[in-house]
């Protein structure tokens, strides 16, 4: 994704705006809430697992990828989930999809200082990261449906 601004002559210059990828990972009406470990700022605030796509990866490929990485988890990707939500000052973007783990896999705790599975009624039992509060709310009605 790219997009553009101008420059001191009047002339658009592009940049890369980078895209961060996020998955709803969702299991009997509840999902995937994971603390953060780093960095100090945010430690012991809740997200969604996930991280950049790479050059010449497709989303839900970065997103499978970081899922294996951050939680030892294989995962089919499914729809988006709400908006995209700019990050960094505009220079990057979050981008949510609902998941659902395959096999028997369960998350480990690789990357997170800890992990929790929450209902549409628990969402507001944890202090997420700015970026992700969007996401909560467009998950309720998902998670309340069942």
Do not use: N
Not at 33 to 50: H, K, L, N, T
């Amino acid at each position: 994704m790219q997009t553009e601004r101008a420059s001191g002559g009047g002339q658009a210059a592009r940049r890369d705006l980078k895209v961060i990828v996020g998955a709803a990972i969702i299991r009997d009406g509840r999902v995937l809430a994971c603390a953060r470990s780093a960095p100090p700022e945010v430690a012991g605030m809740w997200e969604f697992p996930g991280g950049k796509v790479e050059p010449g990866e497709s989303e839900p490929e970065a997103l499978a990828r970081e899922c294996v990485e951050e939680l030892a988890v294989r995962v089919e990707i499914g729809d988006r989930v709400g908006r995209d939500v700019k990050m960094a000052h505009g220079r990057s973007v979050l981008k949510v999809y609902a998941a659902r783990l395959l096999g028997d896999d369960e998350p480990q705790l690789l990357e997170h200082s800890g992990l929790r599975w929450l209902s549409a009624a628990e969402l507001d039992s944890v202090t997420w990261l700015p970026a992700d509060a969007p996401i909560v709310a467009a998950l309720r009605p998902i998670l309340a449906a069942g």
